[in-house]
């Protein structure tokens, strides 16, 4: 099993950061893989980036590519999501994940992001 806990949401003003983090701990030597998604108020989940164990290979949505960086920290078995410049409809709650070896996929409880204008 794997646990994984983020934190770091809040509210802030549009144009304004926020740095998300996700530790996990358990089975992390399952990992190979781990990400972020968001889901806003009745909308769907999206993917929005992810990183390779080693962090050597990222990938982002259109919508988040050069204002949002995905970073890991393997001491820490932290991930961390930095988000620049950012938008109302930015304003969801954030997920990271993990994929399981089944398919299926591990994730937090959530973080909550809101960017008022």
């Known amino acids: 099993q794997v646990q994984l806990v983020e934190s770091g949401g809040g509210v802030v003003q549009a144009g304004e950061s926020l740095r998300l983090s996700c530790a996990a701990s358990?089975?992390?030597?399952?990992?190979?893989?781990m990400g972020w998604f968001r889901q806003a108020p009745g909308g769907q989940r999206e993917s929005l980036a992810t990183?390779?164990?080693?962090?050597?290979?990222?990938s982002y949505a259109d919508s988040v590519k050069g204002r949002f960086t995905i970073s890991r920290d393997n001491t820490k078995n932290t991930v961390y999501l930095q988000m620049n410049r950012l938008k109302p409809e930015d304003t969801a709650v954030y997920y990271c994940?993990?994929?399981?070896?089944?398919?299926?996929?591990?994730w937090g409880q959530g973080t909550q992001v809101i960017v008022s204008d």
């Open positions: 994940y993990a994929p399981k070896s089944s398919g299926d996929f591990y």
């Open positions: 358990g089975s992390i030597f399952s990992i190979n893989v």
């Open positions: 990183i390779t164990v080693g962090g050597d290979s990222t």
